[in-house]
């Protein structure tokens, strides 16, 4: 089965379908992720919810506000 990498899904979305990434990485680029990084924070609670994990002041991955309930996220 042939393979799709996770950078050509977004290189699709954003000049196939044109999703703007730039505008995204804006909405998530916030003064308290800049906070929260600076403090070392491992995750931040975004603005609906969402859980934006953090490891050497990259956000990694995000959490759906659904899909954390009742878990932990270890560095």
Sequence with gaps: MTHISDHAI???LERVKGVDIAAIRAEMMTPALDKAVAFG???LIGKNGER???KNGIV???IGKARYAGKTISR
């Design 41 to 43: 924070s491992p995750v």
């Design 52 to 54: 934006l994990v953090i």
């Design 10 to 12: 977004v290189r699709y």
């Design 60 to 62: 990694i991955t995000v």
